[in-house]
T-cell receptor, first 113, second 114 residues
Framework: AQSVTQLGSHVSVSEGALVLLRCNYSSSVPPYLFWYVQYPNQGLQLLLKYTSAATLVKGINGFEAEFKKSETSFHLTKPSAHMSDAAEYFCAVSEGSGNQFYFGTGTSLTVIP | GAVVSQHPSRVICKSGTSVKIECRSLDFQATTMFWYRQFPKQSLMLMATSNEGSKATYEQGVEKDKFLINHASLTLSTLTVTSAHPEDSSFYIC??????????FGDGTRLSIL
């Protein structure tokens, strides 16, 4: 069975500050892990994905995430928040890149000017 | 990159009517399409998995006679909400994928039943 836990349903940061969104997973097999961003009334846009290659994954818009097997974590970070980063972020896990996804409950990011 | 088009983006209709939502993969052949439902401020909940040319597989608790899914071609899947009621109001999102490739999501359909 696979599941994802996103700690913190709401995160607020100041513009220019570090963004850290937490994701922990549970999987009985080596996982594939994803971060998606959703803007209001829109679908999901892939930020980055981990597929058993490099543990530090770089994505779009300056985001990156590090896969830590020992901690079963895949936290999303960005060194400097921008106003346009305000959105809903979802972490997801699957057994393979094309298989069923299990989404976390999401984290709403607010960027304060 | 892979593009998934979902139509309509928003629909408002009276209770008791049926509503069809289309999901198209514009530049790739999607062997599998997924339909999700998202309530306000919540995550995506998988409703069903649709493979081209075969019957959809529904998640537990999803009424297959209520939510009819057709995946007639490698580029089109449709979700029909039959006899819609206010409790069916939600944000519906589809995704499509090729084998061993990540899912690509449509922009969603906001369904409002009056």
């Amino acid at each position: 069975a696979q599941s994802v836990t996103q700690l913190g349903s709401h995160v607020s940061v100041s513009e220019g500050a570090l963004v850290l969104l937490r994701c922990n997973y549970s999987s009985s097999v080596p996982p594939y892990l994803f971060w998606y961003v959703q803007y209001p009334n829109q679908g999901l846009q892939l930020l980055l994905k981990y597929t058993s290659a490099a543990t530090l994954v770089k994505g779009i818009n300056g985001f990156e995430a590090e896969f830590k097997k020992s901690e079963t974590s895949f936290h999303l970070t960005k060194p400097s928040a921008h106003m346009s980063d305000a959105a809903e972020y979802f972490c997801a896990v699957s057994e393979g890149s094309g298989n069923q996804f299990y989404f976390g409950t999401g984290t709403s990011l607010t960027v304060i000017p | 990159g892979a593009v998934v088009s979902q139509h309509p983006s928003r629909v408002i209709c009276k209770s008791g009517t049926s509503v069809k939502i289309e999901c198209r993969s514009l530049d790739f052949q999607a062997t599998t399409m997924f339909w999700y439902r998202q309530f306000p401020k919540q995550s995506l909940m998988l409703m069903a998995t649709s493979n081209e040319g075969s019957k959809a597989t529904y998640e537990q608790g999803v009424e297959k006679d209520k939510f009819l899914i057709n995946h007639a071609s490698l580029t089109l899947s449709t979700l029909t909400v039959t006899s819609a009621h206010p409790e069916d109001s939600s944000f519906y999102i589809c995704s499509a994928r090729r084998p061993d490739q990540p899912q690509h999501f449509g922009d969603g359909t906001r369904l409002s039943i009056l």
